[in-house]
């Protein structure tokens, strides 16, 4: 399978702690994207990388969340002290180019839910 | 705010029918435009995708029309099939600001065999 692959599937969290989920684009896509789902409503943007650089970050990005991307490969995105209203679908997606025009491929997400 | 909206939460239609999914932006800025369709417990998955320079584009059954005076999108499903029935997602994205792409908030379509 070539797609993007997110791990875990779904996660189950007490508020307060601190989860990691992981994102491995497709191989040769150069930029990765992780937005949030929340029911009723379309994925919001959170943050983009191009190979291993972090070059944008939406404001829903508190300085709970954290995401890296060593060496232009997988992806990690973090969230400490985990809240209620963090629970949600995390996707992510990538793409190949240079330009803004390219479709986003996504993955199937990770459902975080914080009780 | 919402820059990107789907105004019909729900459509139905029946199979062999044409299926009309609208969205509207508010951003004249906006310069490409996609459509994605998602099933229960999967990511989306991109469908078809137009450039502010064109008005249409079509692939297969699926056809995207672009009014950029009306700044108003649409996509069509001729003939409507089962397999259809999901939730479609307009997006749409402006050159030179990032990477941002926007997302309506849905419509699922139901297409009754």
């Known amino acids: 399978d070539t797609g993007v692959s997110q791990n875990p599937r779904h996660k189950i969290t007490k508020r307060g702690q601190n989860v990691t989920f992981r994102c491995d684009p497709i191989s040769e896509h150069n930029r990765l994207y992780w937005y949030r789902q929340t029911l009723g409503q379309g994925p919001e943007f959170l943050t983009y990388?191009?190979?291993?650089?972090?070059?944008?970050k939406s404001r829903l990005l508190s300085d709970r969340f954290s995401a890296e991307r060593p060496k232009g490969s997988f992806s990690t995105l973090e969230i400490q002290r985990t809240e209620q209203g963090d629970s949600a679908m995390y996707l992510c997606a990538s793409s190949l180019g240079q330009t803004y025009n390219s479709p986003l491929h996504f993955g199937n997400g990770t459902r975080l839910t914080v009780t | 705010d919402q820059q990107v909206k789907q105004n019909s939460p729900s459509l139905s239609v029946q199979e062999g029918r044409i299926s009309i999914l609208n969205c509207d932006y508010t951003n004249s800025m906006f310069d490409y435009f996609l459509w994605y369709k998602k099933y229960p417990a999967e990511g989306p998955t991109f469908l078809i995708s137009i450039s502010s320079i064109k008005d249409k584009n079509e692939d297969g059954r699926f056809t995207v029309f672009l009014n950029k005076s009306a700044k108003h999108l649409s996509l069509h499903i001729v003939p409507s099939q089962p397999g259809d029935s999901a939730v479609y997602f307009c997006?749409?994205?402006?050159?030179?600001?990032?990477?941002?792409?926007?997302f309506g908030t849905g419509t699922s379509l139901t297409v009754i065999p």
């Open positions: 990388f191009q190979n291993e650089a972090q070059l944008e």
């Open positions: 997006a749409a994205s402006e050159r030179g600001t990032g990477n941002q792409f926007y």
